[in-house]
């Protein structure tokens, strides 16, 4: 089902007010929340979950997942971490995700970008080209 222009374009102005110089704020997103439990809107669950959408898209922009096969290093995961930082122009964290299907090296994720080097990736890309 289709969701309403309205609905969109107030989630939108509502993400905008989380932002605070471009950046997601926890205190302007209560608030948010705050705001529309009090004014409850027309189609409030609708509104919620577009502005949800909005705001996970934010998170996950901001937020690397590093999988790996075993353990590895916390100053690697900093220097994963910083040359993302470096070349999305913004403060990206890393998050460790422990992946035994990997085999052996790592997969990173930031939105909707995969960096891989792992044995499991080029073993896949063997058999596709084989």
């Given at each position: 089902?289709?969701?309403?222009?309205?609905?969109?374009?107030?989630?939108?102005?509502?993400?905008?007010?989380?932002?605070?110089?471009?950046?997601?704020?926890?205190?302007?997103?209560?608030?948010?929340?705050?705001?529309?439990?009090?004014?409850?809107?027309?189609?409030?669950?609708?509104?919620?979950?577009?502005?949800?959408?909005?705001?996970?898209?934010?998170?996950?922009?901001?937020?690397?997942v590093i999988e790996h096969a075993g353990p590895v290093n916390?100053?690697?995961?900093?220097?994963?971490?910083?040359?993302?930082?470096?070349?999305?122009?913004?403060?990206?964290?890393?998050?460790?995700?422990?992946?035994?299907?990997?085999?052996?090296?790592?997969?990173?994720?930031?939105?909707?970008?995969?960096?891989?080097?792992?044995?499991?990736?080029?073993?896949?890309?063997?058999?596709?080209?084989?």
């Open positions: 089902m289709a969701v309403p222009k309205k609905v969109q374009n107030l989630a939108r102005e509502l993400f905008k007010l989380s932002l605070e110089q471009g950046r997601l704020s926890a205190d302007r997103v209560a608030a948010v929340l705050a705001y529309v439990e009090k004014t409850k809107p027309a189609h409030t669950v609708a509104v919620l979950q577009a502005y949800q959408r909005l705001i996970a898209r934010e998170v996950a922009r901001g937020q690397v916390t100053g690697l995961l900093d220097q994963i971490s910083a040359a993302l930082s470096k070349r999305y122009g913004r403060t990206v964290t890393w998050v460790s995700k422990p992946n035994p299907a990997l085999l052996a090296g790592l997969r990173a994720r930031i939105g909707d970008d995969v960096y891989e080097s792992s044995a499991a990736g080029q073993l896949s890309t063997l058999a596709t080209n084989a």
